[in-house]
């Protein structure tokens, strides 16, 4: 498991496989939607941005002319779009065998979802709680399934706020925000496996983050963006994380996975830790009660 110079070559045949990948438009999601179809796999792109998502669909088939690749809408920031997502997918499709939840925002200025929650938290966890639990019944249905979290290094310098998750009574601070909505990532993924643990029908449940990775994802912050041209690596190399959550057939359920390099920021990937925050359980668990509680959406 420390092979630490895993990479796309020693991701098997994905053939018969439907993988819905988050996010897919851009960056990291673009990368494992090319990757993947090239493996064989029928990904489904759920995107925000559906023109965008054809334009990148038809990029992939023209590079891989026998991908299967669909695109369909889905707006993390809305808990309608989520159940709409999820109901039309689980009407088309019998199987679900990979659900990567690599959508996000990042340090973003104060705004909020349609359903009221502080727009890192809401799109970086809350949407992706919420659709997970949509498509749970499919995903414990298809045999040796998967759930994929993306978090990040960001983690580290989250501590969330239970009373005031979605900063109506405090200053905005939107690193810190950031890092909250990535510590949930871990929250959730780590919750969920052990929810699941006597489940034998249970998928398997990872985490992945890809260090220092130059996306549209920086956008916002003039400073990481300058920092990102220099240091950061590509996204053929930041998405390996994700993509060996998604199919080394080593993995384990509540494993995490990042970058190699010195402070995680570049490499191929290993298995590495989360924080002690990270694995605080009575934290996961009244953030997972309060996810219920305000997505509506109960597994």
């Not at 819905?20 to 796999?41: D, H, M, P």
């Not at 989250?158 to 900063?167: P, T």
Request: charged share 20%; hydrophobic share 35%; aromatic share 8%.
């Amino acid at each position: 498991m420390s092979n630490s110079k895993w990479s796309e070559k020693d991701i098997p045949s994905q053939k018969n496989k439907t993988i819905i990948i988050t996010g897919a438009s851009s960056g990291l999601g673009k990368q494992a939607s090319k990757v993947l179809a090239q493996k064989g796999a029928t990904v489904i792109m759920a995107v925000r941005n559906v023109k965008k998502g054809e334009v990148v669909a038809k990029e992939i088939r023209t590079e891989f002319p026998n991908s299967n690749i669909i695109v369909k809408s889905l707006d993390l920031n809305s808990l309608k779009s989520i159940k709409s997502f999820a109901d039309s997918f689980i009407s088309d499709y019998n199987q679900l065998d990979v659900l990567i939840n690599n959508a996000g925002v990042m340090m973003c200025p104060f705004s909020k979802t349609e359903d009221d929650f502080e727009i890192q938290m809401g799109t970086n966890h809350f949407g992706h709680f919420a659709l997970t639990g949509h498509l749970m019944p499919l995903l414990l249905e298809t045999k040796e399934s998967r759930v994929v979290a993306t978090s990040s290094v960001a983690h580290k310098q989250g501590d969330i706020n239970f009373e005031d998750i979605n900063w109506s009574k405090r200053g905005y601070k939107t690193v810190k925000a950031y890092g909250d909505s990535k510590l949930a990532n871990l929250y959730f993924a780590l919750e969920l496996d052990r929810k699941l643990k006597n489940n034998p029908n249970a998928p398997i449940i990872s985490v992945s983050h890809p260090g220092w990775t130059k996306t549209e994802l920086d956008r916002h912050s003039g400073l990481a963006s300058f920092i990102g041209n220099i240091i950061a690596q590509t996204p053929q190399m930041g998405t390996l994380p994700t993509l060996r959550a998604a199919t080394d057939i080593k993995v384990k359920s509540g494993e995490y996975y990042g970058p190699s390099g010195v402070m995680e920021m570049r490499g191929n990937p290993i298995l590495v830790q989360p924080n002690k925050m990270a694995q605080n359980e009575e934290n996961a668990k009244k953030l997972w009660e309060l996810s219920e509680t305000l997505t509506g959406v109960k597994y």
